[in-house]
């Protein structure tokens, strides 16, 4: 069973910067896509940014384009979530997500494709 756990979230003002960090653990990591997700009070989880098991292709939400940048580190067996221009709905637990399917061709956006971390709570205030 793989673990995860992520680290660096915290409270940030609108407009700043955050980089999330999550370690992985439990099996080769390199055969995984993995991903962030977040969910905000009352409402559902989202994914926000996906990378697939080579580290070729990554994908979206479209509210975090252009902010936020997925990456990994197959060496160290991390992923992170680098996140600029904050705002104030970018408030949320953010949770890394690692594939359940070994190399699964076409990433995947939906939350049973996952395991999941404990979630890091991102906080933008003014």
């Known amino acids: 069973q793989v673990q995860l756990v992520e680290s660096g979230g915290g409270f940030v003002q609108v407009g700043g910067s955050l980089i999330l960090s999550c370690a992985a653990s439990?099996?080769?990591?390199?055969?995984?896509?993995m991903g962030w997700f977040r969910q905000a009070p009352g409402k559902e989880r989202e994914f926000v940014a996906l990378?697939?098991?080579?580290?070729?292709?990554?994908f979206y939400t479209d509210s975090v384009k252009g902010r936020f940048t997925i990456s990994r580190d197959n060496a160290k067996k991390l992923v992170y979530l680098q996140m600029n221009s904050l705002k104030f709905e970018d408030t949320a637990v953010y949770f890394c997500?690692?594939?359940?399917?070994?190399?699964?061709?076409?990433?995947?956006?939906?939350?049973?494709?996952?395991?999941w971390g404990q979630g890091t709570q991102v906080t933008v205030s003014s």
């Open positions: 997500a690692a594939d359940r399917n070994y190399r699964r061709p076409v990433i995947s956006s939906s939350s049973s494709s996952y395991y």
């Open positions: 990378i697939s098991w080579s580290g070729g292709s990554t």
């Open positions: 439990g099996r080769t990591f390199s055969n995984y896509g």
